[in-house]
């Protein structure tokens, strides 16, 4: 094994562990505010882990506002839950803040908000993210800026008139700096997303609006990681879209492939026996 082979080695196995102790925070911080959507929180964590651990994404804790910092729009703002214990864990804000989700006076709520520190959009309302990315890529551009903007929507979220709107822009204004990664869980609020409005295959009409695809396992680290990489650094003067195919409520038995696992919650006993499971063991600080 050469050095470099060692060096990816050692960090595809720094990324996992950061997967699965994330995975574990995040059933924590669902044991303290029920609200809080954890299937849609648990299909987005490889994605996360990749853009803040793997550098991909590039930020200053310390310095929020940095000019040239790459931005992250969440635009499935109910599945960024998973966000927090990874905010608390690079600098944004002290971890004890994490036992206060979804209480009385905390900045962190069941549907995350531009005052939590790192975080850039308001992310309640579907369908407005990627319109607003759009609007920071050009900008970003304008300005002669290096930075980069990523902006993770669900697949549900695509049935939204604004998005589409929002992808013939980008593809018109030629906007390469841009990178959207569609969480494509396939369920929805109430069922299976091919039961409420098949959209068929996503990635060939993403091609047909011009932007430049990859698709990937989503809970494959090499293969987001790399991805990820690929498109943020790729020539040409596309809009770039990563398709990460997901498992709604993944870690989760009782609801993964559970068409209703978007409005359920667990119980604490559920999550406690959850937590004594050695798969979502790993080693390293936990709350």
């Not at 559970?258 to 600080?285: F, M, N, Q």
Request: aromatic content about 8%.
């Amino acid at each position: 094994m050469t050095m470099d082979d060692k060096k990816r080695t050692d960090l595809m196995n720094y990324l996992k562990e950061k997967a699965l102790w994330v995975r574990r925070e995040t059933l924590k911080i669902h044991a303290v505010s029920a609200e809080t959507r954890v299937a849609s929180s648990m299909s987005d964590v490889e994605i996360f882990v990749a853009l803040y651990y793997g550098g991909v994404l590039r930020f200053d804790a310390k310095n929020i506002l940095w000019p040239e910092r790459d931005r992250l729009i969440v635009s499935k703002g109910h599945g960024a839950i998973s966000l927090y214990p990874i905010f608390a864990d690079t600098g944004y804000f002290d971890k004890s803040e994490l036992t206060t989700v979804g209480k009385a006076g905390s900045f962190l709520g069941g549907i995350p908000d531009p005052i939590i520190p790192g975080l850039e959009t308001v992310n309640g309302s579907l369908g407005h993210g990627l319109g607003v990315a759009c609007g920071v890529a050009l900008a970003l551009r304008k300005s002669a800026s290096n930075a980069k903007v990523f902006v993770l929507l669900g697949d549900g979220e695509l049935y939204e008139g604004s998005v589409w709107e929002a992808i013939m822009f980008a593809a018109h204004h030629r906007l390469s700096n841009l990178t959207m990664i569609v969480d494509n869980n396939k369920i929805c609020m109430l069922d299976y997303c091919k039961n409420v409005l098949d959209l068929g295959c996503i990635e060939d009409k993403f091609k047909v609006f011009g932007w430049n695809v990859s698709t990937v396992d989503g809970h494959n680290m090499e293969e987001v990681y790399d991805s990820l990489m690929h498109l943020k650094t790729a020539n040409g003067d596309r809009p770039k879209v990563l398709v990460a195919n997901t498992v709604k409520g993944k870690g989760i038995p009782q609801l993964e492939n559970d068409s209703l696992c978007h409005i359920k919650s667990l119980k604490v006993e559920e999550i406690d026996r959850l937590l004594s499971d050695p798969l979502l063991t790993v080693a390293g600080e936990v709350m």
